[in-house]
């Protein structure tokens, strides 16, 4: 499970040998494109930010997340970003990569990030739902830890949507795939509305208070 650690610091050192140091990287990040429906859910997480507290969990890296939430105009929208430390080196010409945390405890997540223990940090608050969206294997973990009321939103065609297919009889929480994350506004409106998902929320059936919890 350390084998894409390693692939990605491999790639790093091989984009120095090539040239490609922090400002061909960052032109490259800021090519990318939302995903499609992206920009209004943005715009939704904007208009309720107030009720919403809205955390990253990603096995990327804090530069390229730093440069793509600045790029999209969306680093205000974020509470707080947990993904594996890189820095440059004197020259700007080497991206360093560190491991998130060292995970000894779960054996279905990678060795530097167990998404759960994120997760239950955050349950720990007191919110009427918490929404986890994701696309890939190692969001598996956290999402069958999400309780009734809460809400998980896999990518349709990725990972994530295969492997809950798979462990039909291990989810507790509602789950709502999507290929246009627009089309997830609605339901997000329905949990502000409403405080829960379907018939019971996290913290019992009371209207929503305080945050909800929404992770991506």
Not at 81 to 104: C, F, I, M, R
């Amino acid at each position: 499970k350390q084998w894409y650690q390693r692939r990605v610091r491999g790639i790093f050192v091989e984009f120095e040998k090539a040239g490609i140091g922090r400002e061909e990287m960052a032109t490259c990040l800021r090519e990318m494109k939302l995903t499609t429906g992206m920009t209004k859910l943005w715009e939704f997480v904007r208009l309720y930010k107030r009720r919403l507290k809205v955390i990253v969990a990603s096995d990327s890296n804090s530069w390229f997340i730093e440069v793509l939430l600045a790029h999209f105009q969306i680093k205000d929208l974020v509470d707080e970003v947990h993904t594996n430390p890189a820095s440059w080196n004197q020259n700007n010409t080497l991206l360093k990569l560190e491991g998130y945390s060292d995970n000894t405890t779960c054996k279905k997540c990678p060795v530097n990030m167990c998404k759960s223990e994120i997760v239950d940090k955050q349950g720990e608050g007191t919110y009427s739902c918490l929404v986890y969206l994701g696309d890939g294997s190692n969001d598996l973990c956290p999402v069958l830890r999400l309780n009734s009321g809460d809400l998980a939103c896999p990518r349709e065609q990725y990972r994530l949507s295969r492997l809950l297919r798979m462990k039909q009889d291990e989810i507790r929480c509602t789950v709502v795939p999507w290929s246009d994350a627009g089309n997830l506004v609605p339901i997000l409106h329905n949990v502000i509305k409403n405080g829960r998902m379907r018939h019971q929320g996290r913290r019992g059936s009371s209207p929503i208070s305080d945050d909800d919890f929404m992770m991506r």
